[in-house]
């Protein structure tokens, strides 16, 4: 009874409740914009496709088997920088473009000046390389005397003439200094990485990221790209080719598969275990560094980073999906389309998600609005149910007491293909609103059941309603005023049960007359219809 009464306010305080809950999420996103979207692993995960590896990037990797073939040569790592400045050396002289050299060698090899040596010539030679640089904890500032000017002199970036001073780890080669990028990423609240830094910006700090002065190195612009972007990880169509650094090492000059680093843009780094880094990501729970590095490389470099839609027009479109929901809940014309619409739109909201995460580079995630339309959807539905159970005086659902006093019986029978369900529902809501929720009740499922008959059956409707004796001629006068009024098989009985729903005496009496007008409503369609028996 009172979803009856308060059917409609439910549903609005439902609608008005997550509309709140998006307008707190919008701002809780402005408030941290770099907070994880609980769906976007999800999506990215799940997704059909993924932007294929671009061929031109090759990891040259100081894996395991790098550390168990040359352990006989040059020992347990770390190996003399020489090692690793003749990998180098050798990658340029097969043609690559550039080379983004992820290893930090920030202090003297005291065992090993010679191979120190070499690095810094090889270094110096070697103009296509880019270096890291680790931008420590800005508390540490206070306690650096680098000033950020004389860094930038050094680094040979856009000099800014300030005195704050500035913590970072610098590689000890003088000739590595003006082709470093700083190598810190961004990993979220949780710990994973989503994002990558194209300019590393903080309140004392601007350089570029080491990914971003690799791809300047090898020549390419930076196309206006955006400070920070979303990483868009090729987890659906192969990896990037790698090359262990024993077999580069292990190839002659001239050897055909260095044609492999003719042209690429080379990830030189270490990924073996207990040696290299490793994080976790939007699309797996430990990741090297080394893919990282060229995943984002290939984002910078062709443009395929992740574009998601902005915290406003998220909020217009969940705003959108609630109050379309309600307005078809509570409208008279469109409530029969709520379910059709809901599954229409929720069927689009996924697909439209799922193919642009899948072969796009803008991830529209929906996933928002589809929550917010289930949850309102799941609110309308309850109501609905209850207010069926209701209005079929449904045995539980309708404990109220009964009308007091005389009175005749009205039974208002009709078939479906003639009575549409918003002609049903105008007068319904009459016959409530004139004789209160407790005198009106409908049949509209009276057979049910696998049968032959129950396709012309259940065409069958009836509303049975407890009219006083002093209302029944305005009431009948009413009924006359509607306009389907025709359609309508109105009779009037009285009962020697007492008018209760719930009560078998009563359902007993007054089934009869609810079968006997069905018979003759169907009989008397049939004979109005070609081709079927009267």
């Not at 406003?312 to 379309?324: D, P, Q, R, T």
């Not at 409530?432 to 696998?450: H, Q, S, T, Y």
């Not at 009948?476 to 008018?499: C, N, P, V």
Request: hydrophobic letters at 45%.
């Amino acid at each position: 009874m009172l979803s009856r009464q308060f059917g409609l306010r439910a549903i609005l305080l439902v609608g008005i409740f997550y509309s709140g809950y998006s307008v707190y999420l919008y701002v809780n996103h402005k408030i941290a914009p770099d907070a994880p979207s609980a769906s976007h692993d999800a999506i990215l995960k799940s997704r059909w496709s993924s932007p294929k590896p671009d061929e031109r990037i090759v990891i040259v990797d100081v894996d395991e088997r790098s550390l168990a073939m040359l352990a006989p040569e040059y020992g347990r790592w770390p190996w003399p920088r020489s090692v690793l400045a003749e990998g180098m050396q050798k990658i340029a002289d097969a043609g690559s473009k550039a080379i983004l050299f992820n290893v930090l060698l920030s202090d003297p090899d005291k065992y090993n000046p010679d191979a120190d040596a070499v690095m810094e010539v090889v270094s110096a030679m070697v103009q296509g390389a880019a270096f890291p640089l680790i931008r420590l904890n800005p508390d540490n500032d206070t306690k650096s005397k680098l000033t950020v000017g004389e860094l930038l002199a050094r680094t040979k970036d856009n000099v800014v003439n300030s005195e704050k001073t500035v913590a970072v780890i610098l590689p000890m080669f003088e000739a590595m200094l003006d082709r470093v990028g700083v190598a810190n990423q961004s990993p979220d609240r949780d710990g994973a990485i989503r994002r990558y830094p194209v300019f590393w910006k903080d309140n004392v700090l601007v350089m570029p990221s080491i990914a971003t002065r690799t791809v300047a190195i090898a020549g390419f612009p930076d196309n206006d790209l955006p400070e920070k972007i979303t990483l868009n990880w090729r987890n659906k169509r192969g990896a990037y080719q790698r090359i262990s650094f024993s077999d580069l090492l292990a190839l002659s000059e001239g050897d055909p598969k260095l044609n492999r680093l003719k042209g690429s843009i080379v990830v030189l780094g270490v990924s073996a275990p207990g040696l290299g880094q490793t994080k976790g990501t939007a699309v797996k729970s430990v990741e090297d560094d080394n893919e990282i590095l060229a995943t984002a490389l290939d984002d910078i470099l062709n443009q395929t980073y992740l574009r998601t839609l902005p915290a406003w027009l998220v909020l217009i479109v969940e705003f959108v999906s609630i109050w379309a929901l309600v307005w078809l809940a509570c409208g008279n014309t469109l409530s029969p389309f709520l379910t059709r619409a809901f599954i229409g739109v929720q069927s689009g909201a996924a697909s439209i998600t799922m193919l642009s995460a899948s072969y796009t580079n803008y991830l529209v995630d929906l996933t928002g609005c589809m929550g917010f339309g289930f949850g309102v959807y799941a609110a309308i539905k309850m109501v609905q149910s209850l207010d069926n159970g209701w209005s079929r005086a449904k045995p539980g659902l309708r404990r109220a007491a009964s009308p007091q006093g005389r009175g005749t019986i009205l039974v208002l029978g009709y078939l479906d293909s003639d009575v549409v369900r918003v002609q049903a529902q105008e007068l319904q809501k009459l016959l409530e609103k004139r004789l209160g929720l407790e005198a009106v009740f409908r049949v509209d499922d009276l057979f049910a059941g696998d049968n032959p008959i129950r396709p012309i059956c259940q065409d069958f409707s009836c509303q049975i309603c407890f009219v006083p004796e002093d209302r029944l001629l305005a009431i009948l006068s009413e009924l006359r005023d509607l306009s389907f009024y025709e359609k309508l098989d109105l009779r009037e009985t009285t009962l020697a049960s007492e008018w209760h729903p719930e009560n078998e005496d009563f359902r007993a009496e007054l089934t009869p007359y609810l079968l006997r007008q069905c018979a003759d409503l169907l009989e008397a369609g049939a004979a109005l219809s070609p081709g079927l028996p009267a």
